[in-house]
Every structure is written in structure tokens, then in C-alpha cells.
């Protein structure tokens, strides 16, 4: 139906950085706001922030406040999660979903950073 396209993963050393991308493609994009989750092996999916469709950035996980902030391209229909002074428990796959909107979750993008 509707799938949204995360890129930008990798592997890091401890204290490095990361951007992930996510576009979806949906009508009305700027009316959405984008939450990103992030999901350990065999568990459920953590929101990880929400970053409304103005561009305000809120952490809903206080292991990545002060580290992690995000922005959006509206003319894109993009998405960002800016990700400093990653630690090796941020280690997981990362996906977004926009608000309001049916559809399945995205395949995801690997980050994994090591010690």
C-alpha cells in the first residue's frame, strides 16, 4: 500500500555520527508529523523521537536526549534524524512513520555502533 524509504545506517565507533533519511512519499507530507522508532532483536519497536510538521524536534527517549535532533525537507518529503555521540546501545534498526497515515512499516536502516 504505502512504504516509506529509511537510508543513512551504518557502522560507527563509539562517539561517532550519524544522518538518517526518510521519505514518504504520501499527499500532504508538511501536514504530517514523523515519528522515529528504533527496534532491538526480537522486541517491540521504541519511539525514539517525533519531529512535527513545523520542523520542532521531540525526544521521546531520554538516553538520546542532548545527542540525537531532527529537521525536515518538506519539499523533499524528507525527513532527518541527526544522531551525535552515538553509543553502543543505540545499536538497532531505525525506521520512521508518519502520523495519521495506514500503512506498514518501512524496511528499516541498520545502525550499529561498536564500543
Known amino acids: 500500500q504505502v512504504q516509506f524509504a529509511e537510508s543513512g545506517g551504518g557502522t560507527v565507533q563509539s562517539g561517532g555520527s550519524l544522518k538518517l533519511s526518510c521519505t514518504a512519499p504520501?499527499?500532504?507530507?508538511?501536514?504530517?508529523?514523523v515519528n522515529w522508532y528504533r527496534q532491538y532483536p526480537g522486541q517491540k519497536h521504541q519511539q525514539v523521537a517525533r519531529?512535527?510538521?513545523?520542523?520542532?524536534?521531540?525526544v521521546r527517549l531520554d538516553s538520546v536526549k542532548g545527542r540525537f535532533t531532527g529537521y525536515r525537507d518538506n519539499y523533499r518529503q524528507t525527513a532527518y534524524l541527526q544522531m551525535n555521540d552515538l553509543r553502543p546501545e543505540d545499536t538497532a534498526k531505525y525506521y520512521c512513520?508518519?502520523?495519521?497515515?495506514?500503512?506498514?512499516w518501512g524496511r528499516g536502516t541498520q545502525v550499529t555502533v561498536s564500543p
Open positions: 512513520f508518519p502520523v495519521g497515515v495506514v500503512a506498514r
Open positions: 504520501i499527499s500532504h507530507f508538511e501536514n504530517h508529523d
Open positions: 519531529i512535527t510538521g513545523g520542523g520542532e524536534f521531540l
